[in-house]
């Protein structure tokens, strides 16, 4: 079968538009207040620790995916039911992101329109996205990402005459326990989060390193996140943050230069609904993944558009509103995620590193047979 | 062939999805836009909202458009927005509206509910101008005559600029006015709007500041107090500032016009006690002198703006007491001590409200005096 | 409405997709579409008569408070 590959550059732009993702829409700031530039920069620190396994794992196997990996190292049948598992969490938090959007596109503009309209037609975008493949996704973001990069530096700029750094005073002025409760939450949902490329880190380009992609967008995508939660805490002041449902949209509400130019802050939107829906479809496309190899279907193109479907349709239950979602997102995701996110990533190294000792003993001893 | 009969199958799968469109499409006629609310609370508990709205029926190239007054009552704010149907067929659109009028005795029981629906519809903008009537009713507002725009709300927001500019408004936003609500140390304030007669004709006019507690109205700043808030707030961009010289009698004043200013508000902590240090240096020019006092060379000048320093301080001086008097701490010096003392704000900032009260401020002011116009000495006279 | 955008939704995967999968003969493939797509119609048609659809979000929640033991507001 056709292999897919997708080059350094298209892997970390991919990686940097999901970290940013659906925290443009869920700021998770609601304890530190300003202080919650300083709990990203901690989550980062903290993600940078974690980003070394999943590193390490895509290093260790190359041109392998997860659930080859699980395979190998846990047998076939216990292997399998870790894929189940993770396969539902991928499901689950698929749906949920599609649900992020479709309520955030219902708050802001179509609050009449069924709900179920507006995630299906996400749905069908998601669908063809995975149904074409990695490498078109890969190459879409990097045409995507240079519009977005710009659209955003744009919005900064624009809004520069309204920022009063004052706002971001008192710094750390309810001690450190805030901060690092926000820097947990904020580790969980967007860096930690990576653990999904590895279901596709088989497909990296052969010469690229996973370190160089993990640590690299980690980095940008971080800072990045870091300087958009300071610039609308600037603007708005953290109690407004913490009040509004979407502080990230509310803030280009407000640029105005000028007399002529306001209003702008469909751009916004469609930066937000775009970086999301990449996210969206990387998990789901993850999800596909997973099932095309549960059930040893070769070509996991064919069955993407019901997996996809089946996802858009589920979300609508998924939450009663926006703000369940969003505390959900909050208070219990973190929590969920942690055998996905921290313990199987750490089982899987250790047992690997252990396992791939042992075959270099037992090869050690007979190389030259074998090379001959 | 049989390419073609697939293509034309996905496009009548697809279309009947795509040509759905926006279950809440609205054609641009068919839409009321408003461009200004007066919300008043009626007798029985109700409210009474009165959109002004630009009519876009107008004919002709001209297209002035007319504004057009609608008034509606219901038990919420929302709900007298959607009974302006039963007035006026088409919905009223609140995207574009620039200015809110809160009637007084509204403001006296409280705005969270007004600020509520405000800033939780996604109609509704955050940068619109909330402004307090001054009078019986705010839907009066409307019924003023408008000098330059044809539609009242424009002419107060354009007022609202041009009032910036020399100092004697402020210029408040929905969400600045949610920050001062929702933070601890700073009180929230609004201009002030009232009608006035000029010639048998009903306009409107700024005056001043309406100063809050909490989010109730408590009392009122003159535009001079206004100027001098202003100058604690640094939001001075220009204005004028009169100087009293000479003798009581003599009644001489010299006016300066101010380029630029700068304040820096400071709070120190020493021996259990919070100070305040307002540092406020002005650059301005020598605009009018109307007095016998010559002012020849440098020596006078210096002279002069220490004498205008020392009269803005007193007036400064004079605001401060006003507000410590009705406790309402619209300055931010709350605020300014939590940012930078966030120690002291800790074990202090529960009864801040007695605090302020009795807080000491300095105000060390420093103005230059950069030019004297055209003239190098005072117009003489011949003996 | 949802019933009938899922049927518009599920006619067309047959066309574009089920169809040529049929055709290559790759069963399981075709199992698993058909299952997926069974259990979305099955979806579609609870939503539309208004069965509540059980969300993992409250039992997950429980699990999480009971292990972690903090209280949920």
Redesign the interface.
């Known amino acids: 079968m056709y292999k897919e590959i997708i080059s350094q550059k298209q892997a970390i732009v991919l990686m940097i538009t999901f970290i940013i993702g659906s925290n443009t829409i869920l700021v998770m700031g609601g304890k530190s207040k300003q202080d919650i530039w300083i709990a990203v920069i901690f989550a980062i620190a903290a993600a940078c620790v974690l980003v070394a396994v999943y590193a390490r794992i895509a290093k260790l196997f190359p041109e392998k995916h997860l659930f080859e990996i699980l395979d190998i190292l846990f047998g076939k049948v216990f292997g399998r039911i870790i894929v189940l598992f993770f396969a539902w969490y991928l499901f689950?938090i698929g749906a949920a992101i599609v649900k992020n959007i479709s309520e955030f596109i219902r708050?802001?503009?179509?609050?009449?329109?069924?709900v179920?309209?507006i995630s299906?037609?996400t749905?069908?975008v998601i669908a063809y996205a995975v149904r074409s493949g990695l490498e078109v996704m890969g190459r879409l973001i990097s045409i995507i990402f240079p519009i977005w990069i710009t659209g955003t530096l744009v919005l900064t700029i624009l809004s520069i005459g309204q920022y009063d750094i004052?706002r971001l005073?008192?710094v750390?002025?309810e001690g450190l326990e805030p901060v690092i409760s926000d820097a947990f939450r904020l580790f969980a949902l967007p860096f930690a989060e990576t653990v999904v490329f590895l279901c596709f880190a088989g497909s990296f380009q052969r010469k690229s390193s996973p370190y160089k992609i993990y640590y690299y967008s980690l980095l940008v995508g971080g800072f990045y996140l870091a300087i958009v939660v300071a610039r609308t805490v600037m603007m708005?002041?953290?109690?407004?943050l913490s009040?509004?449902m979407y502080p990230l949209y509310?803030t280009a509400?407000?640029i105005?230069v000028g007399n002529f130019l306001?209003?702008i802050e469909l751009i916004s939107a469609v930066l937000i609904i775009s970086c999301t829906f990449t996210k969206a479809t990387v998990y789901l496309f993850s999800f596909t993944k997973g099932?095309a190899y549960l059930?040893?279907?070769r070509?996991y193109h064919?069955?993407a558009?019901?997996?996809v479907?089946?996802a858009s349709?589920?979300s609508?239950?998924?939450?009663e509103s926006a703000i369940?979602m969003i505390k959900?997102a909050q208070?219990?995701f973190p929590?969920?995620s942690i055998p996905f996110q921290i313990i199987l990533p750490v089982a899987v190294w250790i047992t690997a590193e252990i396992k791939l000792r042992k075959n270099k003993n037992t090869t050690a001893e007979n190389p030259q047979n074998q090379a001959m | 062939m049989k390419r073609i009969i697939k293509i034309l199958l996905y496009i009548l799968i697809i279309n009947p999805?795509l040509l759905?469109s926006?279950?809440?499409y609205r054609e641009a006629d068919n839409l009321t836009l408003v461009r200004g609310l007066a919300i008043d609370k009626a007798e029985d508990n109700n409210y009474l909202v009165s959109a002004e709205t630009a009519d876009m029926h107008e004919e002709g190239m001209e297209g002035k458009a007319k504004s057009v007054i609608i008034e509606s009552k219901g038990e919420t704010i929302f709900d007298a927005v959607r009974n302006a149907i039963l007035v006026n067929v088409p919905r009223l659109y609140l995207g574009h509206t620039t200015v809110v009028v809160i009637s007084q005795k509204l403001a006296q029981e409280g705005v969270t509910p007004v600020m509520d629906f405000l800033?939780r519809d996604?109609e509704t903008?955050?940068?619109m101008h909330p402004v307090i009537y001054q009078g019986n009713e705010a839907k009066e507002i409307f019924k003023a005559k408008p000098f330059t725009a044809e539609i009242i709300s424009e002419e107060i927001r354009d007022m609202l600029y041009e009032q910036k500019r020399i100092s004697k408004a402020v210029q408040v936003?929905i969400?600045e006015f949610?920050?001062c609500l929702?933070?601890e140390g700073v009180s929230g304030i609004m201009p002030v709007v009232r009608l006035e007669e000029i010639a048998g004709e009903k306009v409107i006019r700024l005056c001043g500041t309406a100063v809050f507690k909490k989010d109730k109205l408590i009392g009122y700043l003159d535009e001079d107090e206004t100027k001098y808030l202003c100058f604690v707030l640094d939001e001075v961009e220009g204005g004028v500032l009169t100087v009293n010289v000479g003798s009581k009698e003599d009644n001489g004043k010299i006016t300066l016009e101010i380029l630029k200013s700068k304040t820096k508000v400071k709070p120190s902590y020493k021996e259990d006690k919070i100070t305040i240090e307002i540092k406020i240096r002005i650059r301005a020019v020598l605009d009018e002198v109307r007095t016998r006092i010559k002012f020849n060379d440098q020596k006078d000048l210096d002279e002069l703006a220490k004498i205008a320093g020392e009269q803005l301080k007193g007036h400064i001086e004079n605001v401060i007491k006003k507000a410590q008097n009705s406790n309402s701490d619209i300055f931010g010096f709350g605020l300014q001590v939590?940012?930078?003392l966030?120690k002291v704000?800790?074990e202090k900032g529960k009864d801040w409200d007695k605090l302020f009260r009795e807080l000491e401020v300095n105000i060390i002011p420093d103005i230059e005096i950069v030019h004297t116009g055209l003239l190098i000495k005072s117009v003489e006279v011949g003996e | 409405?949802?019933l009938t955008?899922?049927l518009v939704?599920i006619t067309a995967?047959i066309i574009?997709?089920l169809i040529p999968?049929y055709r290559d003969q790759?069963w399981?493939?075709f199992f698993?579409?058909c299952f997926?797509?069974t259990?979305?119609l099955i979806?579609?048609v609870l939503?539309e008569y208004n069965v509540?659809?059980?969300?993992?979000?409250e039992p997950?929640?429980s699990i999480?408070s009971f292990?972690?033991g903090f209280e949920?507001s």
């Open positions: 689950h708050i802001i503009s179509l609050d009449s329109t069924p179920c309209i299906l037609m749905g069908i004052n005073k008192p750390l002025y708005i002041g953290a109690d407004n009040m509004f509310v509400r407000l105005r306001e209003k099932v059930f040893n279907i070509d064919r069955i558009a019901p997996s479907f089946l349709i589920y609508i239950p998924l939450y369940e959900w208070d219990i929590y969920y | 999805l759905t926006c279950w809440n800033t996604h903008r955050l940068e936003q969400y949610m920050e929702a933070s939590k940012r930078s966030p704000w800790k | 409405m949802v955008s899922s939704i995967l574009i997709d999968i790759q399981k493939a698993v579409y997926f797509l259990i979305f979806l579609a939503m509540k659809i059980p969300s993992p979000a997950i929640r999480v292990i972690f949920q």
